[in-house]
């Protein structure tokens, strides 16, 4: 028997208004989650083209639907796995016949298809994408030091939201900063990446790096010269800051591009970033630097 596809509407229990009000709210908190869209049934489904839903880290579905849970279990287990490299997925539930003639198994991906088993006794074929939300990565950029200022500006042209630490007097320089904070008072929690930038350099140094050291961050760096840093870190390690903490300071800041410009070393910065952002790397010790006075 052919079957033809269903019509596109959504059920009346997925209200779009207040889906896209809750991902406004998620993305506003920096929280990640996964929106999964069925993008086409064959034959009888619960849900049809159209509807949608949001699924958090957990697997557990924020708001809207669906369907049952013919197709909920591996929606649900590519949206967790989607949330963790950061890839869509595409899930085609169908019923056991049909993936058999397609040559398939379930659980199997073909041409960036993955294929599920459909239990339910509708036996109707449901197309889902998934797609991750992530929080953009933050850089906090602490000074207002001309590199401080370049990190600023070209930050967000690879991907990252900026926030500001400095004074009220020096925030005009700035412009393009999500978010500004006078003084060094960084927030201890974030659910986004962080990364830490003490570019003060010589305005404020020790109070800069005791803040950046005193929160949870992937990346943690100092503009200035090695000797600098060590004198830094020795006169914080008096003052009662955790020797393990310190040891988190990536100094000096960036690849060894041989940068020399606050703009050079700005780049030479980010590029140190985007690599331990890309591979995943926490250890910025272990990074290739640049000497900077």
């Not at 970033?273 to 990074?287: E, I, K, P, Y």
Request: aromatic content about 4%; glycine content about 10%; proline content about 6%.
């Amino acid at each position: 028997m052919l079957m033809t596809p269903s019509t596109s509407h959504v059920p009346p229990s997925d209200d779009r208004g207040d889906l896209h009000d809750l991902m406004n709210r998620l993305r506003r908190e920096g929280r990640p989650f996964a929106l999964a869209t069925v993008v086409r049934t064959i034959s009888v489904t619960a849900a049809k083209a159209g509807a949608k839903a949001v699924i958090g880290p957990d697997g557990g579905i924020a708001g809207g639907w669906i369907g049952g849970g013919c197709a909920r279990a591996a929606v649900l287990k590519a949206a967790r796995e989607s949330l963790v490299d950061g890839q869509t997925r595409l899930v085609s539930i169908q019923p056991e016949d049909l993936l058999k003639d397609l040559g398939v198994t379930p659980g199997e991906e073909k041409q960036g298809i993955r294929f599920a088993r459909n239990m339910c006794p509708s036996q109707g074929t449901m197309d889902v994408f998934v797609e991750p939300v992530l929080p953009r990565p933050n850089l906090v950029v602490l000074g207002a030091s001309p590199v401080a200022v370049a990190l600023a500006d070209l930050g967000p042209r690879i991907g990252f939201d900026i926030t500001v630490c400095a004074p009220a007097e020096d925030q005009g320089l700035f412009p393009r900063a999500n978010e500004r904070i006078e003084g060094y008072a960084l927030t201890v929690e974030t659910a986004a990446q962080r990364y830490l930038v003490v570019a003060t350099q010589g305005r404020g140094d020790q109070a800069a790096l005791k803040a950046a050291v005193a929160v949870d961050a992937d990346y943690i760096a100092f503009v200035g010269s090695r000797k600098k840093a060590a004198a830094l870190k020795a006169a914080l390690e008096k003052d009662g800051v955790d020797p393990g903490r310190l040891e988190r300071i990536k100094a000096p800041a960036g690849l060894d591009l041989g940068a020399i410009t606050p703009e050079e070393i700005a780049l030479s910065i980010l590029a140190e970033m985007l690599r331990v952002r890309r591979t995943g790397q926490r250890d910025a010790s272990l990074l290739p630097s640049i000497a900077q006075t």
